[in-house]
């Protein structure tokens, strides 16, 4: 049969010689149709076509398949130097990462540390990890993150740490945070798993706190299939974390453990694919922008969708371009969802808000949270990867036309 995919990444589109190489990636092999259908747009495919394959196979063939080989410290380095910070400490999980990250600052039982709401649930859990409780805050409605002015009725004399989250790759509101953070002496950790290469007046993300956590998960903007990294530019916070993640084990003296730690390690291999992903990180960071953009200009104008706004001194990572569906509109996310996947578009609904999950819930049962709980049940992520073809995004957009304007 005739591939109907016209489109499938324009290597012209794209000036990188990688571009030639997506065709016959793990990406657009699961964008193949299958008899008499529309190919699958899938939400999000990682793009492992520089020297990824390269980098494992040399793991398997020396047999360094653990955290001990070299790759570990090679792409610790390349992520310090991207993100413009002095130390990077790879972990198993983006969630490990942020554990350790929010423990080395000595975070325990009995703190409370602000969390925005509308977060994945990694976000939350790593703060109860800790022992300490996580107080949810509300999102400003045009970007979504959490609300500046909300914050401060939620201090307390037991508040310890703020965690900014940069939501769908969009980084928060950091003057703001950081001013109310100092002013009342609690620490501003990023949650940047969302936000590789996005930045705040020109500093990149994972530099905009005192110390950041990254993801690497399957479906983010660099992957290693499972991986995280802590990042900061303190000497003292980053070998904490390296004492923590390696079960505590003193770094001179073999087996001797003053402290209890973790096994949150990387292995080689992650770190192999992460490397080969980290030299084309500006290609992945571009072509999503294209992405996005073409995004903004099939459904500028259209009054049924709306996006987090545009500020002119935040640069976007793109991770996933969500839409809120205007409320006067009749058809309801879930079944928009449901019609768009009769389509062979992937598409899932925006996090529920954290103080509604059941864990969370009666702590923050005195609480409400108007903007968060809205943009939650009317928002919904749409394609976007690194392999998407402009054309897709096109039948994406022509897709949800046709289904709202029943
Ligand atoms: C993905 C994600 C995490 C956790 O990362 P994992 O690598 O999946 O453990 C943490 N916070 C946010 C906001 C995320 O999106």
Known sequence: MIDER???PDPTAIHNPMSSRLASGPASHRMMPSKGERPLIPLAAPVLA???????????????????GE?????????????GARHAIACCNGTAALHIALQALGIGPGDEVLVPTLTFVASANAVYYCGARPVF??????????????????ITKRTKAIIAVHLYGYPAEMDAIRAIA??????????AAQAHGARYRGAMTGTLGKIAAFSFFGNKILSTGEGGMV????????????????????PTRRYWFPIIGYNYRMTNIAAAIGLGQLESVDWHVERRLQIVQHYVDCLKGYRKVHWQSPRPWVQNANWLFTVTIDSDVRCSRDSLMARLADDGIETRPIFPPMHALPPYH???????FPVADRISRLGVSLPTSAGLALDDVTRVCDAMRRILAD
């Open 6 to 8: 016209s489109d499938s």
């Open 50 to 68: 520089g020297n990824e394959k390269r980098y494992v196979i040399d793991c398997l063939e020396t047999s360094w398949i653990s955290s001990n």
């Open 71 to 83: 790759y570990v410290g090679r792409f610790e380095k390349a992520f310090a130097d991207y993100c």
């Open 137 to 154: 805050i509300d999102a400003e409605p045009a970007t979504w993150n959490l609300d500046p002015t909300k914050i401060e009725a939620s």
């Open 182 to 191: 100092e002013r009342h002496r609690i620490v501003v950790v990023e949650d």
């Open 231 to 250: 990042v900061t530019d303190d000497g003292e916070l980053a070998s904490r974390v390296r004492l923590l993640r390696g079960q505590g084990m003193d």
């Open 362 to 368: 009666d702590a923050a049962r005195e609480e409400s």
